[in-house]
């Protein structure tokens, strides 16, 4: 296909599904990702745009005995409340006051979750054990972690957010599932020692890469989207 030949309707139908059927899962099977197929998923994803070209992203491909290793220093952190308590996220994920409709979103996508686990709001501890999940990459077999140098700014983290969304439709295409994780930057000094970042390296967040089990409950979460009549303005004069 060039470049300027409009897409056929099959094609222009797998990139929509590869988008659509796009959802974070919290359970993976066992079953391993080769490594030339993540090889292959990081070439495509790494044809997102930057400014001028910059290429801002770096990743950390873990697997085996590396990610085990990882998963156990933090899961150690985790656990421990006078650890836990002296690792602070390096950047502001989330506002610091959280207004509507984005409270409302960030509610609703918790509690579902938690309704489909058996949650309820008086279980602290089943939460927590949940939100550890994220320190072993709710299982998958392969965990990404992603980094850039200090000296980039806005921009280039805009870039990154293209990218990772590329490793993500990539994923799919493949028949593969993720989850972008922004839960590991609370422990971005454990990672930057275990993985030897040097100190221009900034932690960007992890990522979840592998074969999504279909028995688990809690991949049967599907989250809402607003109507584009919500937050697109069409202009014509």
């Not at 990743?59 to 150690?76: D, F, N, P």
């Not at 599932?177 to 930057?185: G, K, M, N, V």
């Not at 089990?213 to 991949?219: G, H, L």
């Amino acid at each position: 296909m060039s470049l300027f030949d409009p897409p056929s309707e099959a094609q222009t139908a797998a990139v929509d599904a590869a988008i659509t059927t796009r959802r974070s899962m919290r359970a993976f099977l066992p079953t391993a990702v080769p490594r030339g197929m993540v090889e292959d998923i990081l070439r495509v994803a790494a044809r997102a745009p930057s400014g001028t070209n910059t290429q801002p992203w770096q990743v950390h491909v873990l697997t085996g005995a590396a990610k085990q290793r990882l998963s156990e220093r933090i899961s150690a952190a985790y656990e421990d409340p006078a650890e836990r308590d002296n690792y602070q996220q390096e950047y502001d994920y989330y506002p610091k006051e959280w207004t509507s409709p984005y409270l409302d979103r960030r509610r609703k996508v918790g509690w579902d979750l938690y309704g489909l686990l058996g949650l309820d709001k008086t279980d602290k501890e089943g939460m927590h054990r949940q939100h550890g999940r994220n320190y072993h990459f709710f299982d998958a077999p392969v965990g990404l972690i992603f980094s850039i140098d200090r000296v980039m700014q806005m921009g280039s983290w805009l870039d990154y957010g293209m990218f990772l969304q590329n490793i993500m439709v990539a994923a799919r295409a493949r028949g593969l599932h993720t989850c972008p994780q922004a839960a590991f930057t609370q422990f971005h000094r454990i990672i930057a020692d275990e993985l030897g970042f040097r100190p221009e390296q900034m932690l960007v967040c992890g990522m979840a890469l592998g074969y999504a089990d279909p028995a688990a409950v809690e991949n049967g979460l599907v989250t809402e989207r607003a109507a584009v009549s919500e937050f697109a303005k069409f202009l014509d004069r």
